[in-house]
């Protein structure tokens, strides 16, 4: 079996498996990182949505063979700062908020909503209503409301 | 059953190593015999006796105990026998032993109970009753939990415990002394069992405050752990094969050999549901799954399509008594489509069954009938298996199944190994549990302003009740004042409370017993029930040429509507001036010893119903502002009504506007979060306001579900304002189908490989 390498919240990790296994797989199944959720497998839920080299991308729809040793992947667990352990802004923003029902959306959508920050912030754009209306996150408990607030009030913190 | 005012909480002192109180849960309510000789001819049982009611009474003869235990470290321990799905009951019941011991709220550890089948009736979480029947009980606990240590402290200062008070869970008493409480968590334990009693606290401080899940930081860092998130040694994926009709059972498999030598495949065994996979990743499980060639046997509603559902509901239709002489009247029919209650983690279940025992874990509102369940399937005895209840990624209905529980075990049983078993989201949505289809048939007699009657016939697929709330309720079915009922029946009475008086009323359920996978969905049959009458009530204050909400104002029964009904409209700007194609809606709810009112502002205007939107979805009205306003009597955490009534307000929403599942020759075509369009971000309101009414009674009721049902109202009577065609028919988009169906062969989708295009 191929063995493929990546860097995973800042430490470098590797793992045998087929090329065609998805990175959702790579992380849950093989690397027990649970924190991004299956939710479709499809691309469309964006429960399973983490970052790779800082950019927001769904590990569901990805094979790991596309994953080269130099990518940097980074899953919830590793969005607090990995040193101090201080939390990222957005997530001190969804406490603050007590955005989370069940929860079980709530990894996806904060990795989410802090590249869509970080994208406005680089396009000079302001994050508006019709902005947030793009995320494509589902909440199956209804949190939306409260998922605009947080984001609006971490993104002033970023 | 309102009137219990302050009482001494009964309980027991345990010999344990250190402090535990176990009370019974349930009996506080007890009182058959009150109830059933208060119940009136007319069948608007839930007036008096609610569905809440039902399910403690059942629970009462049966009482099992559960128990506060105290730590000598200080924390304070409850393993609750509910399930938490999102809904907060975890954090509410945390409130409620800081509340009486007066600790840290960061001291209590709530943990959710395995399956205990002694509590029969007990350990049920649905129908919105978990707070309205844990609240007397857990504060008992905890209050004689407080008792006991405060004996213990005074015994040991040599002083009278009444001189002695805890802050933050210190005991401070005359002379500057003192300790922490968790000091005398071993001096209080009881080295006998015996009886104690004691008072809940006067004045609350804690209850009533709004408080942060308690969960919230696991959350936010992904260290929540749902079922598949548990690490079970040998616990492999595991997926399922099924079939393109819903219970279609396995023929034969032409290629199970060459399946079974694909990578990463370790077993795979023909189930009751179809062909399990096990495999060392879900990719292997998906590849597995799509390779399977198999021949299947029908299943139970081939043939059935949407318009043959209703067609049968039309069909069973009774007719309605004629008119009453010299009155007027409404006429009124209102359809709704089959939805998914799909929550977002799809059904699932861990399962490790050896020849001589067997441990599952699930998250389960009913745990005890999946527990005998599973060890039947299992071929074990009941005690030779554990159930594990492990937190919800959201239920809304569909945890009351334990569908993947079984499954998983039968799995497990047949390759001898354990299994992680997870259902695939095309699956969930094609092959899991849905709110049946239905027709409401409303007649209102009224003679001017005078509404003489009220006739309402529910037609609906027959809903599954059996698992949960069937065994509460077969259980009392004798007990009630009414002949004939079927136990569905008995529930559509308990729940369906008319808040208005419109003289005699009469609303009865009428089902077609087709075999779907049904359930309920973020309530019974209530959004559909409710909406269809507020839809005649709006109709009705048209014909009169009065204003909507002053007309539900005046033929409100109870006063606690009336306060809703004026909340909602002060915030939300009743009658406010607003462009044309826009409209303010307004709809009520009462329920599960509560009430609720919804008033939203939606947006019909061309430009607003085609916006766009990128990639697949659909757009269509969009509330643009909800203003709600909730009584539940007592309400426990503020901030987690206003959590649940959100949510509760984008689920009317959906069902009104976007959301339904299209019936195809015994599947639904639905299959994937693009298809089945529950609210998006692009339709949610950008403005939702919640008010939770002061406490009004002594007793807390339901919430999880109840905003539902008034929403519903408020959207449909909202479009029909702001279009001047009341819809009759929901969702309004289900007669355009707005995506292009997954095949049925293979069952599921093959996961895209192109991610790494779509980054942002
Ligand atoms: S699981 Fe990856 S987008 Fe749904
Ligand atoms: S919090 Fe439950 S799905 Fe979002």
Known sequence: MPEHSFILNGNRVSVDTEDNVRVLWVLRDLLGVTGPKYGCGINVCKACTCHINGKAFNPCSVPISAIKPSDEITTIEGLADQRSGKLHPMQEAWLEHDVAQCGYCQPGQIMAAVALVRKARAAGTELDDAELDKLRNICRCGTYTRIREAIHTGAKNM | ?760
């Open chain 2, 1 to 760: 059953m309102a009137g219990h005012s302050r009482r001494r909480f009964l309980g027991y002192l345990l010999a344990a190593p250190t402090l535990a109180v176990a009370v019974p849960v349930g009996e506080e309510f007890a009182m058959p015999g009150e109830a059933s000789a208060a119940l009136p001819s007319n069948p608007e049982i839930a007036d008096l006796l609610d569905l809440s009611d039902l399910l403690n009474l059942a629970a009462a003869p049966t009482s099992g105990l559960v128990a506060v235990g105290v730590q000598a470290d200080g924390t304070v321990s409850f393993a609750l026998p509910r399930a938490e799905v999102g809904q907060g009951i975890t954090t509410a019941v945390t409130m409620l032993i800081a509340e009486e011991l007066d600790i840290g709220m960061d001291k209590v550890r709530v943990t959710l109970a395995d399956a205990r089948p002694e509590l029969l009736c007990n350990q049920l979480t649905g129908g919105s009753n978990s707070m309205h029947s844990i609240y007397h009980p857990v504060r008992a606990a905890a209050a004689i939990a407080r008792l006991a240590l405060l004996d213990a402290a005074a015994g040991q200062w040599g002083t009278d415990a009444s001189r002695l008070t805890i802050t933050e869970g210190v005991i401070s008493g005359p002379g500057g002394r003192s300790a922490p409480l968790g000091s005398f968590a071993k001096a209080a334990a009881g080295t006998r069992t015996k009886q104690l009693s004691a008072e809940p606290k006067k004045r609350p401080s804690l209850i009533g405050t709004p408080q942060s899940r308690i969960d919230a930081h696991d959350a936010v860092t992904g260290r929540k752990q749902f079922t598949m998130d548990l690490r079970v040694p040998g616990a492999l994926p595991t997926m399922v094969c099924r079939g393109p009709h819903i219970n279609a059972g396995v023929g034969s498999v032409r290629n199970l050999a060459e399946v079974r030598a694909m990578p990463g495949v370790t077993d795979i065994a023909v189930i009751s549901t179809g062909v399990a996979v096990r495999a060392n990743t879900t990719t292997h499980c998906i590849d597995a799954v799509r390779a399977l060639r198999v021949d299947w046997r029908g299943g139970t509603v081939d043939g059935e399509t949407d318009a043959s559902v209703r067609a049968e509901l039309r069909a069973i239709t009774p007719p309605m008594p004629p008119p009453m002489p010299g009155a007027e009247t409404i006429d009124l029919e209102v359809d709704f489509a089959f939805a998914s209650n799909s929550a977002l983690e799809t059904n699932c279940a861990i399962a490790d069954v050896r020849p001589d025992r067997a441990e599952i874990w699930a998250a389960l509102k009913a745990p005890i009938p999946a527990h005998n369940e599973i060890a039947a399937k299992a071929g074990l005895l009941p005690t030779a298996v554990r159930v594990h209840v492990v937190q919800g990624g959201g239920s809304f209905g569909r945890k009351l199944f334990h569908d993947a529980a079984l499954e998983a075990t039968e799995a497990s049983k047949a390759m001898g190994k354990p299994v992680k078993l997870m259902w695939h989201r095309t699956d969930d949505f094609r092959h899991g549990r849905v709110h049946p289809m239905s027709t409401s048939k409303i007649r209102l007699n009224h003679s001017g302003e005078n509404v003489l009657s009220y006739e309402q016939r529910h037609m609906a697929t027959q809903l599954d009740l059996g698992h949960g709330f069937g065994d509460a309720i077969t259980s009392m079915l004798d007990k009630l004042p009414v002949a004939d009922l079927t136990f569905n029946q008995v529930f559509f009475l308990t729940t369906q409370a008319m808040p208005y008086d419109f003289g005699i009323t009469n609303q009865t359920l009428h089902e077609v017993p087709l075999k779907f996978h049904t359930s309920s969905m973020r309530n019974v049959y209530s959004p559909n029930v409710t909406g269809a009458r507020e839809i005649a009530v709006e109709m009705l204050a048209k014909k009169l040429g009065k204003d909507s909400l002053e007309l539900r104002r005046s033929f409100a029964k109870e006063e606690r509507v009336r306060a809703i009904l004026d909340k909602v409209a002060e915030l939300g700007e009743w009658g406010k001036e607003m462009p044309p194609g826009t409209a303010q809606g307004i709809g009520i709810h009462v329920e599960y010893k509560s009430c609720c009112a919804v008033l939203v502002e939606i947006d019909c205007r061309p430009e607003t119903v085609h916006r766009p939107v990128e990639e697949e979805g659909v757009t269509g009205p969009r509330v643009m502002r909800a203003t709600v306003a909730v009584d539940v009597g007592v309400p426990v955490n503020p901030r987690g009504l206003e959590a649940q009534m959100l949510g509760c307000v984008n689920d009317g929403i959906g069902l009104v506007l976007t959301e339904s599942l299209h019936m195809d020759r015994g599947l639904p075509l639905e299959g994937s979060w693009d298809n089945f369009f529950y609210t998006r971000q692009w339709n949610t309101p950008l403005d939702v306001r919640v008010f939770v009414m002061p406490k009004t009674t002594e007793e807390p009721g339901g919430a999880g579900e109840l905003g539902v049902a008034a929403t519903v109202g408020a959207v449909a009577c909202a479009y029909g304002r702001a279009t001047g065609t009341m819809p009759t028919s929901f969702p309004i988009n289900h007669g355009t189908l707005s995506f292009e169906p997954l095949p049925r062969v293979p069952p599921i989708p093959q996961s895209p490989t192109d991610g790494l295009e779509h980054t942002f």
